[in-house]
């Protein structure tokens, strides 16, 4: 059964676990224990992509895909914020930006080559980048000084002269104003369609890929930089 397609753009970003867990063939597990690395390149997930839910949606329809292990960590001096456009499901989706002090919770999916070629195909709106001198401590210890992410093109959604945190991702010490999906998607109708039924806002855009295009044209007037150093490997 199809899910409401409201109640889906605004349940963005998606139930994800509070432990590393391991993806494979529509499911996971949880994941105990080190990662064999061998093949596999580091996958840094700002929204969705945490989602065990969202990596089904991405990789179910694709036969002996095998597993996808996904370590759960903090990336500091970073924050995941709302990034200036909508996607096609409705929400308003998520990038990376600095953010000095802050530790964000994040997922490092580590991606084989036919994996990570999929992942590609479903971040249209980014740039595959390369992240050297950071710092990510991982939950099953260890860490990570460098990984690959996808930032947004078009930047990072500018509400009121800042970047807005998506709240259901958690963060330490964190700098901006976060908002739940549903807070920013009002903000935006407000912005874009002041007076109109949120639950109506939605649907126009889902359902009229025109319309969504509009709106996020809009929403890239004013959009703020990704203030982080980084090396652009692929243009999506």
């Not at 397609?5 to 080190?34: I, T």
Request: glycine content about 10%.
């Amino acid at each position: 059964m199809l899910r409401d397609p409201v109640a889906h753009a605004k349940s963005y970003p998606f139930p994800a676990p509070d432990h590393c867990f391991v993806y494979e063939a529509g499911g996971w597990r949880r994941l105990d224990g080190a990662v064999d690395r061998a093949g596999r390149v580091p996958v840094l997930a700002a929204g969705s992509n945490q989602s065990p839910e969202q990596l089904a949606r991405k990789y179910g329809a694709i036969a002996d895909l095998g597993p996808i292990p996904a370590q759960r960590g903090r990336l500091a001096d970073f924050d995941v914020v709302y990034a200036a456009h909508l996607a096609s499901y409705g929400s308003v989706p998520a990038t990376f930006q600095h953010s000095a002090g802050t530790a964000v919770t994040v997922f490092v999916l580590w991606l084989d080559e036919r994996q990570l070629v999929r992942m590609h195909q479903t971040e249209g709106n980014y740039t595959y980048d390369h992240l050297s001198g950071v710092r990510i401590a991982l939950d099953a210890g260890g860490a990570l000084d460098e990984a690959y992410a996808y930032s947004s093109k078009v930047g990072c959604l500018n509400h009121e002269g800042g970047c807005v945190g998506v709240a259901e991702i958690g963060a330490d010490r964190r700098r901006f104003r976060a908002f739940s999906q549903t807070e920013i998607l009002e903000a935006v109708r407000d912005r874009l369609a002041p007076g109109a039924a949120l639950d109506d806002f939605i649907r126009a855009h889902v359902g009229d890929k025109d319309v969504r295009a509009a709106r996020s044209a809009a929403l890239r007037d004013g959009a703020l930089p990704a203030l982080y150093p980084r090396r652009t490997v692929l243009e999506l």
